[in-house]
């Protein structure tokens, strides 16, 4: 089948790619042209460098025919910031896979874009580090991928979401430009913060192929606490008093009625409840005990039912494990499905909980909810079948609804999925016209002639 680019452009990244990074067949544009967000667009061809210098290349050449140029690590990301919409090349990073560097004397680790986040935690196993950022696609998401989205996950509570987990980038902008910023050190006054920038920014300011990562040392001992309530506003109640107290959760995760009864049903040993909170502590010998006892203590109030404790490492993988299979195993409870990372202030996570469950009475659709309490951070999954017109219609009426709730609450529309597409019109209600303008003027210094990831997290100026 032909393809939409300019010849001129087909032949010269040929060449420079060579068969094995530069495709146009059908296949491995169709593989390309998706991500878990389940929407599709087929791009017009498929870059594989392996050098940042073919990068540089790759970026000068879309620019000189106004191609556009959509970077992608695993297509794990639900925002659809992945999918070429507007077609042109998409850059996968597969090939720049490795670990260019340890160095735990320095507390971080230099990787190129396409290491998974899984294979990363193996290598820094022996060094007694990690990477914090732990999302539930871990082994299968690239940390490029986890840089462009600003990925959290539930350890994110405690030791922070990517963005305070990276220290230096190396970049191409949309000029074709390789940038450097930030580098291995924890402290900098020097200069505008570019790499802060360029993290979450969606791959719509730069292609990055480069990172200086901040590695934290591996806790000694761990444990966790499985507390079950009476209903959701109890529990969130206690995720209020958690977070009040001195002692930080390592994971701090609520889980509604449904998601108990989607574990129950899957074959987890969870008792009936209206909701449930797993809460990590970490330490050592001496300050673990210390921990649980106060988190366990903020656990109790009104509407407890239970509290007990896992210190076994199988016994906490298997809740773990559970927990991270519930957003795929919603899928067995309905066709379709609205999955929204938004976040509030913590302080207002029985606000919010509360509003939601208003909303899945008044729209007559179930909604699941669940996620990283500890952050203000929760995953409401609107559920609806898709071959139902009724359905889906009350389903996309609910979800404007839901963001005018948690704006109204003080918070924001993404935790750690980012906009993409699936949130880009909804971003108005969230910033005024001179905050948006002046993103849009930092998206033109970046790229200025706008082949970047088109048509991605900024709505159109009016």
């Known amino acids: 089948m032909s393809i939409a680019l300019p010849s001129t452009l087909d032949r010269e990244l040929a060449v420079l790619l060579g068969p094995d990074g530069w495709r146009t067949d059908d296949a491995t544009r169709r593989a390309h042209g998706e991500d878990d967000s389940r929407r599709f667009a087929l791009p017009d061809a498929v870059a594989i460098p392996e050098t940042r210098e073919q990068v540089c290349a790759i970026v000068h050449a879309c620019r000189a025919h106004r191609v556009p140029v959509i970077g992608r690590g695993a297509g794990t990301g639900t925002a659809s910031a992945a999918v070429p919409f507007s077609g042109g090349v998409v850059v996968s990073f597969a090939r720049m896979n490795r670990i260019l560097s340890i160095r735990p004397e320095d507390r971080c680790a230099v990787v190129e874009p396409g290491v998974l986040n899984g294979e990363l935690q193996q290598a820094l196993q022996s060094h007694g580090l990690f990477w914090p950022p732990d999302p539930s696609s ?16 539930p350890r994110a509570v405690k030791y922070g979401a990517t963005r305070d987990n990276v220290l230096g980038l190396v970049a191409v902008t949309g000029s074709g430009d390789i940038i450097r910023c930030g580098g291995p050190w924890t402290k900098d006054a020097t200069g505008y913060d570019l790499t802060h920038l360029i993290v979450g920014s969606e791959g719509t300011l730069a292609l990055i192929v480069e990172a200086t990562l901040r590695l934290v040392p ?14 959701a506003s109890a529990a969130a109640e206690a995720v209020s008093r958690l ?7 390592a994971m701090l995760e609520f889980i509604d ?7 129950r049903r899957n074959g987890s040993d969870v008792p009936d409840a209206g909701a449930m909170l797993l809460i990590e502590a970490d330490g050592d010998d001496d300050t673990l005990p210390i921990a649980l006892a106060a988190l366990g203590a903020a656990a109790e109030g009104d509407g407890l039912l239970s509290l007990d404790v896992a210190l076994d490492g199988l016994a906490r993988d298997r809740l773990w494990a559970a927990r991270r299979a519930l957003s795929p195993a919603l899928r067995t409870i309905a066709s379709g499905k609205i999955n929204e990372d938004v976040v509030v202030p913590v302080s207002h996570i029985p606000d919010l909980v509360a509003g939601v469950e208003r909303l899945s009475s008044r729209w007559s659709l179930p909604i699941v909810t669940f996620g990283h309490a500890g952050n203000g951070n929760l995953h409401v999954n ?4 898709s071959g139902d017109a009724g359905e889906t219609a009350r389903a996309h009426a609910a979800l404007p609804e839901l963001f005018d709730l948690v704006i109204s609450l003080g918070g924001t529309l993404s935790g750690e999925h980012g906009i993409g597409v699936a949130k880009r019109d909804y971003m108005a209600r969230a910033f005024d ?9 930092v998206k033109a210094a970046f790229d200025p002639d706008g082949i970047l990831n088109p048509g991605k997290v900024l709505p159109t100026a009016p």
Do not use: K, W
């Open 138 to 153: 871990f082994e299968r998401c690239t940390v490029g991928g986890n840089l462009a989205t600003n990925a959290g996950g």
């Open 218 to 231: 591996r806790p000694v001992r761990q444990a966790t606490l499985r507390a079950f309530y009476r209903d």
């Open 243 to 249: 977070m009040r107290q001195p002692q930080t959760p």
């Open 257 to 263: 009625a449904r998601s108990i009864e989607l574990l």
């Open 382 to 385: 609107i559920l609806y079948q």
């Open 433 to 441: 016209e001179a905050t948006l303008a002046t993103m849009r003027a």
